[in-house]
């Protein structure tokens, strides 16, 4: 295992802040000291049914589920992660981070389709996970999506993330620090990164930087950079050498999340990441989680609010005191009109309690609503702001027809006027006859539209647990899930997965912390009993998962999740069941068994309660619960089709099709029917849909046509000298000898 620094940062809730730093796979404790810790459920976000539609070359398709539970939550992202793993250690080399922002409101899911290509100059084998996160990188939930096996298309610089380090420029000291745990900077100072690359290909290249940098963590807002000096450098055929970039001078405190990679034209090298601090008063919104979507005047809202900031040791120094902090909040409807008065909530940094509630009355119907926190400290510096929105789907917001209406009865009033003037010379009976149709119409009217004037038209989640280490409060933050909500069938296999986003201690104290897993069914473990990592966290947090093979039988079982700081024990459990799926029914059918040589056979199937199914043909598959094909067989053929259930069991039908060969015919041809006594006669004969043939003469001494059975070609002219009139018989069959 590798050393842990005896430096820790405390940044609760923020997810691996390093993606590509090494991490040791020695097994964690397994058997534990203690076991006070309860997890706290922060959200219910889950990843169903994970899995690569298609893999062409480095390109992937892959669709997956987005389910939420209880409460509304807004700011979901999503994202890829490529992991390469060895005997000793596992690294991320590429990360992806999708744009999209969702809102997964209450007990509702999301299907996504997307598609990820990766680096074109990998090659081996990786596992790949889809990952769950917010804009600030809380955790909700992880995927793992199968181990792939990448080929490299292109030749070109590859990175060695172990090999990176930092520096700081203009440093005394000149001391190299690991890219794990985040380095700490004056807002004055820069980092530096310097790591070797090597140019497999069999030409020199001439490569740039690429730097990309965001707040917190790879799914943070993206800094600008402004303009940035990059120098080429040189790489010869198979050489491999030390590069270095300094990163620009950010002189804003806060976390930062630096990726840089390699490029030659369209190639781009993999990728390395690290996060580094610049210190000063610092205050992160992690999370805000809004209980409803539509707030009616009079009621209170619950807003609850996660933030961290950063306390206790750093590799360079000590964390800033910002003082107090306060949380300064404002819901606003669509029409950016408020609904609530500011509040302002003083902000008590606790471990053991992660959410801040504020509950903030609302003073008018809010449609659409958007609350609004800003983080300060005790000199009303902002520390941070953001603004989550909630589109109102729960009610249905009115529509004020008032005006238009109020327009259409003044034309109407109007027409009538007239029609009252114009019809006015009329004589008395008439006239009051059109005056009472005139009433009764405004009336009417007045009826419909004074009507519409007056009438209106929550299997798996994001964990926080709070251990006592030596008399020291600490934490863990971490998501935890299986891959389905319901489903399981016997034989099936179940992942469980998790992801670190966050541990420490309130004292700085340096600690290791991990989340191992085991599965039970019907009162026993299943195999592997021992408990299996799945994610731990030594200065960043990590991302993995194990999959387990469920039995032969159904019933109900647990996965339970264990956490630990050191050797203190927590954890959680997730439960689900195993059902054994119904019999599948399949019938297979030809048009009609006995064809003739040449003919197609058509063939049927058609299947119940099946997942999928294979027909052979002799080069034909196909998936489909139910269809047909044609082939034409030149023998007796028997056609098989065999169905799958979800469990993996699996139903065979066949039918067989008999073949009868057509009737055999043959021409038979001679040189000249006439002949002289003594004359000669050449004669052959040409076969059709025979297996064998045979010539008989009778006459002029009778016998073989002297060539015996013969083979279904042509046969050779034969000749006969003739001395009285000669029949010759050819006869063919296309029977076995």
């Not at 997965?497 to 290791?512: K, L, M, Y």
């Not at 089709?641 to 008999?658: A, H, L, M």
């Not at 000669?680 to 043939?693: F, I, Y």
Request: proline share 4%.
């Amino acid at each position: 295992m590798k050393t842990i620094s005896k430096f820790s940062i405390l940044i609760v809730f923020l997810s691996l802040f390093i993606s590509t730093p090494l991490f040791a796979a020695t097994p964690p404790p397994t058997t534990p000291t203690s076991s006070s810790s309860k997890a706290i459920i922060l959200a219910d976000v889950n990843i169903n049914e994970a899995k690569i539609v298609k893999q062409e070359n480095n390109k992937f398709d892959i669709s997956f589920i987005l389910s939420n539970g209880k409460g509304i939550q807004t700011g979901v992202k999503y994202g890829i992660i490529l992991v390469e793993t060895s005997a000793k250690e596992q690294s991320i080399v590429d990360e992806k981070v999708y744009e999209e922002s969702l809102t997964l409101y209450e007990n509702k899911t999301i299907q996504k389709e997307i598609t990820y290509t990766a680096p074109e100059i990998l090659d081996g084998t990786f596992s790949l996970y889809i990952i769950s996160k917010n804009e600030e990188g809380f955790p909700y939930s992880t995927g793992l999506l199968g181990t792939v096996r990448l080929k490299a298309s292109q030749k070109g610089i590859y990175i060695s993330s172990g090999s990176c380090f930092l520096k700081i420029p203009g440093e005394k000291t000149q001391s190299a620090y690991k890219l794990n745990p985040s380095l700490d900077i004056d807002p004055s100072e820069n980092i530096s990164i310097s790591c070797f690359a090597n140019n497999s290909s069999d030409k020199e290249v001439q490569v740039n930087s690429v730097l990309e940098i965001r707040k917190n963590n790879s799914y943070g807002q993206l800094v600008e950079l402004g303009t940035i000096d990059v120098q080429s450098i040189n790489y010869k055929s198979k050489e491999s050498k030390l590069f270095s970039i300094t990163l620009p001078n950010i002189n804003k405190s806060g976390i930062y999340y630096a990726t840089i990679a390699l490029k030659e034209g369209d190639i781009l090298s993999n990728k390395v990441s690290f996060s580094y601090i610049v210190r000063g008063s610092s205050a992160t919104i992690n999370n805000v989680f809004m209980d409803k979507d539509y707030y009616q005047k009079g009621e209170t809202a619950n807003v609850s609010l996660l933030w961290n900031t950063i306390v206790g040791k750093l590799v360079r120094g000590e964390a800033t005191n910002n003082g107090s902090v306060s949380a300064t909040t404002l819901i606003k409807n669509s029409d950016g009109k408020e609904c609530s008065n500011q509040i302002i909530t003083p902000l008590i940094f606790d471990l053991t309690k992660p959410k801040t509630e504020i509950p903030i009355n609302i003073k008018k119907n809010c449609f659409n609503p958007t609350v609004t926190i800003t983080l300060k400290d005790n000199t009303n510096k902002v520390l941070d702001e953001k603004s989550f929105t909630t589109q109102t789907v729960s009610v249905k917001k009115p529509t004020n027809t008032a005006p238009i209406i109020i327009i259409i009865l003044l034309i109407i009033v109007a027409v009538i006027l007239y029609m009252y003037k114009k019809n006015k010379r009329s004589i008395n009976s008439e006239t009051n006859k059109n005056n009472n149709i005139e009433t009764k119409i405004i009336i009417l009217f007045i009826f419909l539209f004074g009507t519409l004037l007056f009438t209106n038209n929550a299997y798996a989640g994001s964990y926080y647990e709070t251990m006592s280490i030596s008399g020291t409060s600490c934490y863990i933050a971490y998501s935890a899930n299986i891959d389905k909500p319901s489903g399981y069938v016997v034989n099936d296999t179940l992942t469980a997965s998790a992801t670190i986003g966050a541990c420490g201690c309130s004292d700085g104290r340096a600690v290791f912390c991990g989340i191992q897993s085991t599965v039970a069914q019907g009162g026993s473990l299943l195999a592997p009993t021992t408990p299996q990592l799945l994610s731990q966290y030594a200065g960043s947090g990590t991302s993995g998962s194990y999959s387990y093979q469920l039995p032969s039988w159904g019933g109900s079982g647990q996965v339970n999740f264990q956490s630990f700081i050191n050797t203190s024990f927590g954890g959680t459990s997730i439960a689900f069941s195993v059902s054994t799926p119904p019999a599948v029914s399949l019938s297979v059918w030809a048009d009609n068994n006995a064809i003739t040589s040449g003919s197609q056979a058509h063939i049927h199937w058609a299947s119940t309660n099946a997942v999928s199914c294979i027909s052979t043909d002799g080069g034909t598959y196909d998936t489909r619960l139910s269809g047909d094909y044609y082939n034409t067989p030149t023998a007796d053929k028997t056609y098989s089709v065999t169905c799958f259930d979800t469990g993996g069991g699996s139903t065979v039908k066949s039918t067989t099709v008999f073949v009868t060969p057509p009737a055999p015919t043959v021409t038979v041809s001679a040189s000249q029917t006439n002949v002289s006594y003594g004359g000669a006669v050449s004669v052959s004969w040409k076969p059709l849909n025979a297996t064998h043939c045979e010539c008989i003469y009778t006459g002029s001494g009778g016998g073989s046509c002297g060539q015996g059975i013969l083979a279904t070609q042509a046969s050779s002219p034969v000749s006969f000298t003739l001395t009285e009139n000669t029949t010759f018989n050819v006869t063919c069959n296309n029977n076995p000898l």
